[in-house]
């Protein structure tokens, strides 16, 4: 690397040349080479070391060039100095000398000399004399001595030492005022002045500072209030936003230099921006008196800080011995409120107007408008004791949180879906009917509702929900309804009573099909379904659907859109009661659907919009129709959000947006286990999802066993396992250092994917070291457990969420020439490879989770084996629940296989953290803790074995 002056004076180029020692010393003339070389192709140069290829790296990082020559400057060119000189291969101008090195600190000193036209020059003086090297900070290089080093001190930056360096001459007719100026705002710079200039310093004065609270008309609608900040020097105030250890003042004896405590300066004024007070947009120009205000977009906060400013802070700080002036100008003022009036209205198309109004001084003022700001920008579970509403720029009531806090929670809910009107009312569509039930119950005397009869009756409508009228079975529905079902069929026709949606969230097996089928007959035969249904479901479920609808429906005639015939069939679609498509199909017949307005809407397995930004659930909102239905026996798996994508489709509007719904709901139960929150939201949703579980009507089911077997890693396998963890667990933590751990899902489930896939089996990961062993301690316990099962009489589901684990399942299988089934994404006939296992042909099914996972009827099969567990319990359990359902008469043991002390224990006692969300919402009485992937929880998926 070879060093020379650029055009630029003291400024530095870099040559890389390619050279070899001669045989009798010294190097040879060598050739130039590229930077691209070392940076990308070191590897094809056996003498270029990964050293060369860093700083090649660090080079390339530089800001300038001078053609194709790097020009070293700046901090980038200091950090590529030192490094360059740590090679032993860093040359001046030519390879001729000996290689530079690091030299000692030299002091760097400045004077000023003459010229022949009598002006004054600046110049530089470096002991022992170097040249001054413009890079950040400054170096010098010796020629002589072949070193590079810094300087004694360091006050001087890159940018000012090159205006030195390029500076002019001072004249001689304005040297007194330059050396005044310099001296006076410039003495932090170790430069004399041209001229000497009289200078008393004071050095051992202590600050105390000085407030002063005022208030002015920022704008013609805003009036501000702010605090000025200086500090008292002994006789001298000087300005609180100055930054500098030295303060200059003009005195007709000359200047006085102050010297400035600024740690103490700054502890004063921390004690301020502390609370949250910031300094002014105008507080631009050092050397002014430091101004302060709260410039929050919400008055409210600004007004509590400063409350809180007023009320306990400044009297610790007149204790304190500050100097605090008040100034006429300042006109914060607070107003205790104990009660308010409000009113509800009719108003047209199911809409109702809310007014909320309070007495300020005799005057009337709508409190709603006050109160928006509190639900905009305040978590309401950490609101302070007291709460300041703004009535004008400087009046605010106070109210207690206690008592506002349970009526603010309802109106965010409302607010989440309406806004206000020019007059301060708040409209209120029925679907929001529910939360005004609880708003009188929670007002804690601050108020009492008068109007609004008809709103309220539908309110306690809502409530009672439970008490719904028979519908009777409709005819010939050929299914003999079970009592819980006709309870569903009720509750179906509630809802298209009074033009609400909801989710029937039976478990699986208990039939949501026939009691959505029969909620149909009865449309039809009520002549209410003047226009088809359309039924979306995934493509497992659709044979099952057209089953079902023949057996029990026959007189719903239903079309099915699928295959590449469809097309011919869209004419057809006014023709039917029922539309049958899929999910996939979504995106590709997305025009025709659109075109059609349908009596039902109907998403089965509705996880479809449980992402409200896919491609799918943005469609399926478009669709017209007068009623919509989501069939899922997992409405929440993973978190509340899915709950609120749901019924963000069925009812838009019902549960706000998802900001306020994250706000209101999500954080506080997922995050906090706010019981009240989550007995809140569960009251809000019971009347529009209906859920039972087969212990609670399903009594008649024989027992669902579930063991766990464990089995330790073989030798080989922990040590593969051990080397993943190892690697994962670096990528994860720098992954997580580096975007912060909600950006880095991707990265952690490829690592958790990579362990759980070794726990299986090392052959399933398309890694050269893992394909080299062919143990799997859990493979061989399936293998052992497998014959025993099938000894007993056992017929047996192997779910795997890994195809090639159950390639390998396979293999084994055909080895001990065990017979059995296979259902995967790759499967053509679905319907032969189940009929196979049903009909007693083989006793063994092997299920993809992803393609057998729902929508198949097993009950032939007592034992399921889950060989790999799944973050979600709602997966494993539909996976069970293929065998556990109505229609079952044996007795079914669900075995989960995990090995000991790896990820997979974990993951277990994560899916119980997920199950606790889900019942907490199902039923309000379960227990609910803070449920959110933490560092805490990578730590533990990531322990060593």
Same mark, same amino acid.
């Given at each position: ?68 020559? @790097? ?56 002991? #022992? ?53 310099? !001296? ?9 002045? @041209? ?15 000085? =407030? ?44 006085? *230099? ?10 004063? +004024? ?8 910031? @300094? ?44 605090? %002036? ?17 009113? +509800? ?53 106070? +109210? ?7 009526? &603010? ?30 708003? /009188? ?12 009869? %008809? ?26 309804? $079970? %009592? ?43 002549? $209410? ?17 057209? *089953? /079902? ?34 999910? #996939? ?78 706000? &209101? ?26 859920? *039972? ?32 963890? =190892? ?5 994860? $933590? ?27 089996? @090392? *052959? !399933? ?88 996972? +729902? ?44 090995? /000991?002390?790896?990820?997979? /224990? ?34 533990? &998926?990531?322990?060593?074995?």
């Amino acid at each position: 690397y070879i060093l020379k002056p650029a055009r630029a004076i003291n400024e530095l180029t870099i040559d890389l040349i390619v050279t070899k020692e001669k045989k009798y010393g010294g190097l040879s003339k060598g050739r130039k080479t590229s930077l691209h070389n070392l940076r990308y192709s070191f590897s094809y140069y056996p003498y270029v070391t990964p050293e060369d290829s860093e700083l090649a790296k660090i080079i390339s990082a530089l800001d300038n060039s001078v053609g194709d020559e @790097p020009l070293i400057t700046g901090s980038m060119g200091a950090i590529a100095l030192s490094k360059l000189l740590q090679t032993g291969r860093l040359f001046w101008q030519d390879l001729e000398g000996s290689a530079l090195r690091s030299g000692t600190a030299r002091d760097l000193r400045f004077n000023w000399q003459i010229t022949t036209q009598g002006d004054y020059q600046l110049h530089t003086a470096i002991e #022992p004399a170097a040249l001054p090297i413009l890079v950040d900070p400054p170096h010098y290089l010796d020629p002589e001595e072949s070193t590079v080093g810094g300087f004694t001190a360091a006050s001087l930056t890159h940018p000012q030492l090159r205006n030195i360096l390029a500076a002019p001459p001072v004249p001689e007719k304005v040297a007194d005022e330059f050396s005044y100026r310099l !001296t006076a705002e410039h003495p932090e710079l170790p430069l004399p002045p @041209p001229k000497k200039v009289a200078l008393t310093e004071l050095l051992d004065l202590k600050p105390i500072p000085q =407030l002063l609270l005022y208030g002015e008309q920022a704008n013609p609608r805003q009036y501000t209030h702010f605090m000025a900040v200086n500090f008292k020097y002994g006789d001298f105030l000087l300005p609180g936003n100055e930054d500098k250890n030295y303060s200059i003042i003009k005195t007709t004896q000359g200047l006085i *230099r102050i010297k400035r405590e600024l740690a103490a300066e700054k502890s004063a +004024i921390s004690r301020l921006t502390e609370l949250g007070f910031t @300094p002014t947009p105008t507080t631009e120009a050092k050397g002014k008196e430091l101004i302060l205000g709260s410039f929050e977009k919400s008055s409210v906060e600004s007004a509590s800080r400063w409350g809180y400013f007023l009320d306990a802070v400044l009297p610790e700080l007149e204790k304190d011995d500050w100097l605090i %002036e008040i100034h006429d100008s300042f006109l914060l003022n607070f107003q205790s409120v104990d009660n308010w009036d409000a009113e +509800i209205s009719d108003s047209q198309n199911d809409w109702f107007e809310m007014r909320f109004n309070i007495e300020v001084e005799g005057q009337s003022i709508p409190l709603l408008p006050l109160i928006m700001p509190v639900l905009e920008n305040y978590d309401l579970h950490n609101l302070p004791e007291l709460l300041n509403i703004p009535v004008s720029d400087y009046r605010y009531l106070t +109210i207690s949180s206690e008592k506002i806090r349970p009526f &603010l929670a309802i109106l965010l809910e409302l607010f989440g879906s309406s806004t206000l009107d020019k007059n301060g009312s708040l409209k209120i569509s029925r679907f929001n009917a529910a939360s005004l039930a609880d708003m /009188e119950t929670h007002s804690y005397g601050l108020f009492s509702i008068k109007g609004g009869d %008809e709103l309220r009756r539908l309110a306690q409508k809502l409530t009672d929900f439970k008490g719904i009228a028979d519908v009777p079975v409709p005819d010939n529905l050929h299914a003999t309804l $079970r %009592e819980y079902q006709k309870l569903g069929l009720n509750w179906l026709q509630f809802l298209r009573e009074y033009s609400f949606a909801g989710i029937l969230a039976d478990d699986m097996g208990l039939g949501k099909t026939v009691q959505t089928l029969a909620h149909l007959l009865v449309e039809k035969q009520s002549g $209410r379904m003047q226009a088809p249904s359309l039924i979306i479901a995934p493509t497992s479920l659709l044979s099952n659907w057209r *089953r /079902e609808a023949e057996r029990f429906t026959p007189d719903l005639n239903m079309l099915i859109l699928q295959g590449t015939e469809r097309k011919q069939l869209f004419y057809k679609i006014r023709d039917y009661d029922l539309i049958m498509t899929t999910y #996939p199909l979504l995106p590709r017949d997305e025009e025709t659907l659109l075109e059609h307005q349908y009596h039902y809407l109907i998403l089965d397995e509705a996880q479809i919009v449980k992402n409200p930004l896919s491609k799918g659930a943005q469609i399926v909102r478009q669709i017209k129709s007068s009623h919509r239905l989501c069939l899922t026996g997992t409405p929440m798996e993973n978190h509340l959000g899915e709950l609120w994508a749901q019924f963000d489709f069925l009812m838009p509007g019902f549960l706000g947006n998802s900001a306020a719904f994250k706000k &209101l709901y999500r954080t506080p139960i997922e995050t906090f286990g706010n019981a009240e929150q989550k007995s809140r939201l569960s009251s809000r949703v019971a009347p529009f999802m209906l859920r *039972r579980t087969k212990q609670e009507v399903a009594s008649e089911l024989p027992a669902k066993t579930e063991i766990i077997r464990s089995v330790p890693l073989y030798e080989k396998q922990a040590a593969l396992y051990e080397s993943i963890r =190892l690697t994962m667990e670096k990528k994860v $933590r720098d992954a997580i250092a580096q975007r912060g751990l909600s950006r880095s899902h991707i990265t952690i489930l490829d690592a958790l994917l990579k362990l759980r896939q070794t726990c299986c089996d @090392p *052959r !399933t990961l398309l890694i050269q070291e893992a394909q080299k062993i062919n143990q799997s301690a859990k493979l061989d316990l399936l293998m052992e457990l497998v014959p025993e099962l099938l000894e007993e009489g056992r017929k047996i589901l192997i779910f795997s969420q890994f195809t090639r684990m159950i390639a390998l399942i396979e293999d084994e299988l055909n080895k001990r020439t065990i017979g059995y089934s296979k259902l995967t994404g790759q499967t053509k006939d679905r319907d032969a490879a189940i009929e196979m296992f049903k009909s007693g042909e083989v006793d063994v099914f092997l299920i993809s989770l992803k393609a057998g996972g +729902i929508g198949l009827n097993l009950t032939e099969a007592d034992t399921v084996i889950i060989y790999d567990p799944w973050w979600n319990p709602a997966v494993e359990s539909q996976a069970a629940d293929r065998a556990h359902r109505i229609g079952q008469d044996k007795p079914v043991f669900v075995y989960k296989l995990i090995t /000991e002390n790896t990820v997979e /224990e974990k993951m277990i006692a994560m899916q119980e953290r997920k199950r606790a969300l889900a019942d907490s919402i199902y039923n309000d009485g379960a227990k609910n803790e803070a449920l959110q992937l933490t560092a805490e929880d990578l730590t533990a &998926l990531f322990e060593p074995l």
